[in-house]
């Protein structure tokens, strides 16, 4: 009796164990693959002056300087280009030496790379010059996820990133990261869910003081192509910096970041309506779940309230209804009619003086309206629409991108959520190994 009583609970704690065994495997299952919404992204942490392992440009040759940034607060995984006070700048020498890229990536003794470099940009080789004049060095304000590139081999082995806020990168026209700053490795808009990462510190790149998941922010491309860029100075918050797009600061003018701009009523709007007002006003966009919420969503709250008077680059949570099921994208990037005209600290957006778009061609890359200032290099930058700095609040007018010009993103993959009349509030699930 006592042998049949040991077996039998020895029979028990096997069941037991093959039990658990199977729980493991269906939750493993679940998170890979057969719910859908539980995957993780693999993500590998860079640390704000930790050079690349396998880097396009030799570091040590200063083609670009991170800073020493604090990363700030998101109210929302997916923000857009032209979001006010998205980026930093600093009123010292240039973060970015593009002048010194282009001159690397156009000597024929480095021409495998430059072959990979356009090749991940969707430009050709002899596009190289004129599109690095259409981009804008800033440094990165929130830890910032994106798709980065490795040099091996030849080729461009890609890898989901996350950039630490304080890296230096150049910015495409719609605000889009296109290469980091110290080592020329291209970028492109991180594919994943922001929302649904694990993010890996290793080979040097050890967690940061200050990282936390709700400061994660993937970019998406402006609505239109920007005529400016409206950062914040990373050394002193209470100045804004506008920045003309293909510039590299010397042409900087200043503006007054604590100026008090009061939250418009917005209730019954659309989501998209809304952001363009509060964009015009050089207020940030908010919103809760990880999808952000369809243009036609009707805006039922906002967090704070209208008449609230905020500071540049803060942040109004909008509280939506209804709208396109799934979380759709707001505007697509590509030519538009209609759009947010971003005008970092004023109250009214003015109205945008671009002409058309030109054509698009196959044998040269986009360029500027007809009516815009040539774009050049670093060393030779076109004047800004005011040759002085000023406090006052300057208006950055954007404009529709040409047809031809080279793609900028890919729409992330996020988890659809409902949106409720109550007060959003950004969830992040991240993991670190």
């Known amino acids: 009796m006592t042998f049949r009583a040991v077996l039998q609970r020895t029979g028990i704690s096997i069941v037991r164990r093959i039990a658990v065994l199977l729980g493991c495997v269906l939750?493993?299952?679940?998170?890979s693959g057969c719910g859908g919404g539980a995957h993780l992204f693999a993500v590998q942490a860079v640390a704000a002056r930790i050079p690349s392992l396998a880097p396009f440009f030799d570091e040590k040759q200063g083609l670009g300087q991170d800073a020493a940034v604090r990363s700030m607060p998101v109210r929302g995984s997916l923000q857009q280009g032209d979001t006010p006070g998205l980026y930093g700048g600093t009123k010292k020498p240039t973060v970015c030496d593009v002048a010194k890229l282009k001159r690397f990536l156009t000597d024929p003794a480095n021409r495998p790379k430059a072959v990979a470099w356009s090749g991940v940009l969707g430009i050709t080789t002899d596009q190289i010059p004129a599109y690095l004049d259409r981009l804008t060095p800033v440094l990165l304000r929130h830890d910032t996820l994106v798709q980065n590139h490795d040099y091996k081999k030849g080729k461009a082995t890609p890898y989901n990133s996350l950039l630490q806020a304080g890296i230096a990168i150049l910015v495409d026209e719609q605000g889009e990261p296109a290469a980091k700053c110290s080592c020329g490795n291209p970028l492109r808009?991180?594919?994943?869910?922001?929302?649904?990462?694990?993010?890996k510190f290793a080979d040097g790149n050890e967690k940061w003081n200050g990282y936390h998941a709700s400061s994660v922010v993937a970019v998406r491309p402006a609505p239109r192509r920007m005529e400016g860029l409206a950062l914040v100075d990373v050394d002193d918050p209470d100045t804004g910096i506008t920045r003309p797009v293909g510039t590299t600061g010397r042409h900087d003018t200043t503006f007054d970041a604590r100026r008090q701009h009061a939250v418009p009523d917005l209730a019954g709007a659309t989501f998209g309506d809304a952001r363009r007002q509060l964009v015009s006003r050089g207020l940030a966009v908010g919103y809760g779940g990880s999808a952000v919420p369809s243009d036609d969503a009707q805006v039922t709250a906002t967090d704070p309230p209208a008449g609230t008077e905020l500071r540049f680059g803060e942040y109004v949570l909008l509280s939506v209804a209804g709208g396109?099921?799934?979380?759709?994208?707001?505007?697509?990037?590509?030519?538009?009619?209609?759009?947010?005209?971003?005008?970092?600290?004023?109250?009214?957006?003015?109205?945008?003086?671009?002409?058309?778009?030109?054509?698009?061609?196959?044998?040269?890359?986009?360029?500027?309206?007809?009516?815009?200032?040539?774009?050049s290099s670093p060393t030779n930058d076109p004047p800004p629409s005011s040759s002085s700095s000023t406090t006052g609040s300057p208006s950055v007018v954007s404009h529709s991108p040409p047809p031809s010009a080279p793609v900028t993103s890919s729409t992330?993959?996020?988890?659809?959520?409902?949106?409720?009349?109550?007060?959003?509030?950004?969830?992040?699930?991240t993991t670190e190994t």
């Open 412 to 429: 992330p993959v996020t988890a659809g959520a409902s949106m409720t009349t109550g007060t959003p509030t950004a969830t992040t699930t």
């Open 189 to 199: 808009p991180f594919k994943g869910d922001a929302s649904r990462i694990s993010v």
């Open 324 to 375: 396109t099921s799934g979380g759709a994208a707001s505007t697509p990037p590509g030519p538009t009619t209609s759009g947010p005209t971003l005008a970092p600290p004023t109250s009214t957006a003015p109205p945008s003086t671009s002409a058309p778009a030109p054509p698009a061609s196959s044998s040269a890359p986009p360029s500027s309206p007809t009516n815009d200032p040539p774009p």
């Open 27 to 31: 939750v493993v299952s679940g998170l």
